[in-house]
């Protein structure tokens, strides 16, 4: 399911970690439901490739 629907997320925005309390903040004032979902991290493979790896109920999925 998660490789074929977005889960229910509707938008994501990405900002700095030190601009998110502000984005939530300005999300809030605009009768906008909006959390932090996650973060970005630099690679970990050896090559440095991007990866995108979901830890979700201790099921974690990979996707290269």
Do not use: C
């Amino acid at each position: 399911m998660h490789q074929v629907y977005n889960m229910g997320h509707r938008l994501e925005v990405f900002v700095e970690p030190k601009d998110a309390e502000v984005a939530l903040r300005l999300a809030t004032e605009l009768g906008l439901g909006a959390q932090v979902i996650g973060r970005t991290e630099a690679s970990t493979r050896p090559d440095g490739a991007n990866h995108v790896t979901v830890i979700k109920d201790g099921q974690v999925l990979a996707y290269a």
